[in-house]
């Protein structure tokens, strides 16, 4: 246990720390789908006139609001999802803080969560969920996973493994039967990265947690549009929705539907 105004410092610390990394992922998001690289030099830069931003218009969320939503140079609309993705990066940051303290899992989970958290975007806006992300991540969870509480190298491995296997498998299966691709193999890399970094556990809850929320997100659409949607959602973003349930839930969860003494 650590003294309470050392906890308050360390949640407001892991808050910016969110901030800023929820502006460099809006950056991950719009850079790394165009095959753009990601490194300096690179001031943003207003899409509509080229408006090279100072610092005072770049700082997350609180320039989105100075600003009302609009390019200081030539006052088109400035999209409302940057400041959503710095907004919940920093939520995300501060309830891995809450939940694994000052260790070096809170690290190694804020950078998985902010890493599900690109993939969700991108894969909305391009259908796409980019190796760089989902085999490049998977290698360094793997890599990382020793120094990680109640993980470790051989869960980690064996996480990726079932993880990917499963859904691989069950991707097979739905195109033999309905002849169509329901999950794609960008859905079995990152099932990879997933299972290398919440466990063999982890990666069969994620599995079955998204494709809950993922059926309840379908009946709705299907029912305010009356139409099958079944292709026009990416299932993506679903998986990282499971993937941060079961991390910070994931062991209430699995109490209540196994409730026997765990292995
Ligand atoms: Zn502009």
Known sequence: MIAPHLERIGAAWFSLLGLVAGSFLNVVIYRVPRGFALGLPSRSACPSCGHRLSWFENV??????WLRGR???CGSP???RYPLVEAMTAVLFFAVYRHFGLTFTTLYYCAFAAALLAVTFIDLDFRIIPDRI???GAALALLASYWVEDLGFAKSALGAAIGSGSVFSLAW???KITNREGMGLGDVKLLAFIGAALGPKGAIGTIILSSFVGS??????MAVHRRDLRMAVPFGPFLAIGALIFLFWGDSLTLTLYPFPQP
Do not use: E
């Open 60 to 65: 997350p969320v609180l320039s989105y609001l």
């Open 173 to 175: 299966a739905y195109n």
């Open 78 to 80: 400035i999209s409302a």
């Open 134 to 136: 989902s085999i490049g």
């Open 71 to 73: 390019c200081a140079g």
């Open 216 to 221: 309840i997100v379908g009946l709705i659409l």
